[in-house]
């Protein structure tokens, strides 16, 4: 069976730091682009970053760049985000994505992704 399961959440002051991790089950991650997407209490879901199967490209939403980074690593069939500079806006669950779509394109956010793991907490609070 197929799946992704996150893990890395948690509680963390403003200016801290988290790293997320995706591991995938059932399946190798080479050709799939994966995505970190969160969800706000009462809020919609919203693409956080992504990094692409065939180069290793990424892309990120505005509020996140220069403090989130996506990463991964095919050999463990496994993709991060280092999550620093933490504010309480980024409180959510986190979840991980994947899609083989589109390969040898630049991933994008608005994308139709196939897999989705449970999600994992991220609560920034002093």
């Known amino acids: 069976q197929s799946q992704l399961v996150e893990s890395g959440g948690g509680l963390v002051q403003p200016g801290g730091s988290l790293r997320l991790s995706c591991a995938a089950s059932?399946?190798?991650?080479?050709?799939?682009?994966i995505g970190w997407f969160r969800q706000a209490p009462g809020k919609e879901r919203e693409g956080v970053s992504c990094i692409s199967s065939s180069d290793g490209s990424t892309n990120s939403a505005d509020s996140v760049k220069d403090r989130f980074t996506i990463a991964r690593d095919n050999a463990k069939n496994m993709v991060y985000l280092q999550m620093n500079s933490l504010k309480p806006e980024d409180t959510a669950i986190y979840y991980c994505?994947?899609?083989?779509?589109?390969?040898?394109?630049?991933?994008?956010?608005?994308?139709?992704?196939?897999?989705w793991g449970q999600g994992t907490q991220v609560t920034v609070s002093s």
């Open positions: 994505a994947a899609t083989r779509s589109f390969y040898g394109f630049r991933c994008q956010l608005n994308w139709n992704y196939n897999y």
């Open positions: 059932g399946f190798t991650l080479d050709y799939y682009h």
